[in-house]
């Protein structure tokens, strides 16, 4: 019997090497395994009550049925007043479709944007999911790679050269994921400029907005000027801020064109994002959010300590991030070393001998585009955090 043929495109990408940690590590504690979990890219504070209870209330209330495909019209109105409050961004209801995630919502993007060679320019180190998102609907990543020393933001003769005519969108995440960068009004001025100059659509990913430290204060790149406004597709949802990885809402909001085709677009393929969700997504957009306050204090007081401990680690620097909660340590000392016996040649080799013999679970860093370093996730107990760094501490020490 033959094997099935698949399309081309599935070749393409690879599975999330996040979701596959994060999944070996909860097979290893299942097993009876004591594994730190550095891995996973979700906050590890419950739902909020209220939020909770929203949802129970809607199934209570039978709103278990089918909702317009772009998302009911409350929470589309939420997002409208939320963008408008935070951002300063006037949106109609038009202007706004919610998703199944953020994730889902790039996805959607890519997909009624791009054409067959189309050049997304892509900022590394990325999150896992842009390139694959871009070659899968058969566009093409083009990578800007930055270093620590300019804090992973692209310099402008980078971006500059990147350039060429079948760029046709930039997509930049503030605060960043792996890293935790974040980028001055300045450095996303002249990405504007830079986009208005050369005709380029861009994508806002605001998904750690919300989880900032030091009194960094984001900007959206839709605000700084009338052809940012119009050119830009602000991506966002619920998931980081509120701890609501689970319930899958994401929304986009920018020109009502490329958001009705966004739209058009889930209703053949998704349909309508969870009615119960979208209720708790509404509850978390307009309810008490002292919840956001709390979990990003504990953050930042996390991120402290996790970067002063790395950098105590002889042989391990790690960049001091202001959003999101992830640190993106520089383990490339220890390459072409061994541990007990076994030779150590990047970053996959470092977290697979790391996650086999201590049993922390770290991502390795070209996941994201740079085989220099390890992503790990600070949104885990002080205690876990602790303890992991112990744990790595006596990995290195056992490097020749």
Avoid at 108 to 133: C, F, H, K, R, S
Avoid at 156 to 180: C, D, F, H, R, S
Avoid at 232 to 249: E, H
Wanted: net charge negative; proline share 4%.
């Amino acid at each position: 019997m033959s094997r099935p043929k698949l399309n081309r495109r599935i070749g393409l990408i690879q599975p999330s090497m996040t979701i596959g940690i994060s999944a070996k590590a909860k097979e290893l504690r299942a097993a009876g395994v004591n594994v730190i979990n550095f891995s996973a890219g979700e906050p590890d504070f419950d739902t909020p009550d209220n939020i909770k209870m929203a949802a129970v209330k809607s199934i209570a209330d039978g709103f278990t049925k089918y909702t317009a495909a772009g998302g009911i019209n409350e929470l589309r109105d939420a997002v409208v007043e939320k963008e408008k409050n935070k951002n300063g961004l006037e949106y109609k209801r038009e202007n706004v479709c919610i998703s199944v995630g953020a994730k889902h919502a790039l996805f959607n993007i890519a997909a009624v944007m791009l054409e067959e060679g189309d050049e997304v320019i892509i900022i590394a180190p990325y999150w896992v999911t842009y390139e694959a998102i871009v070659s899968y609907v058969g566009g093409k990543a083009v990578i800007v790679n930055t270093t620590e020393e300019n804090g992973f933001v692209p310099t402008k003769e980078q971006l500059e050269k990147a350039i060429t005519p079948k760029t046709k969108m930039i997509w930049v995440n503030n605060p960043t994921n792996p890293t935790g960068a974040t980028y001055t009004v300045d450095d996303l001025k002249f990405i504007v400029e830079l986009a208005e100059k050369n005709d380029i659509w861009l994508v806002s990913d605001e998904i750690y907005e919300d989880i900032v430290f030091d009194g960094y204060k984001p900007v959206s790149m839709a605000t700084l000027s009338d052809y940012a406004y119009e050119r830009t597709l602000v991506v966002n949802g619920v998931s980081k801020t509120y701890s609501m990885t689970g319930w899958r809402i994401g929304y986009t909001c920018g020109d009502a064109e490329v958001i009705g085709a966004m739209i058009k677009l889930q209703s053949q393929s998704t349909s309508n994002p969870t009615s119960i969700a979208q209720c708790a997504a509404l509850e978390a957009l307009t309810g008490d959010q002292d919840s956001v306050e709390k979990m990003r204090v504990q953050f930042e007081k996390r991120r402290d300590y996790i970067v002063d401990a790395l950098n105590s680690i002889e042989g391990i620097s790690c960049f001091k991030p202001k959003g999101a909660f992830y640190v993106f340590p520089n383990i490339s000392s220890f390459f072409g070393k061994e541990y007990e016996g076994k030779k150590i040649n990047g970053s996959m080799d470092f977290a697979e001998l790391l996650l086999e013999h201590h049993h922390v679970a770290v991502v390795p860093g070209i996941a994201f585009g740079d085989d220099r370093f390890l992503r790990m996730s600070f949104a885990t107990s002080l205690e876990d955090i602790q303890e992991g760094i112990k744990r790595l501490k006596e990995f290195v020490e056992k490097i020749k």
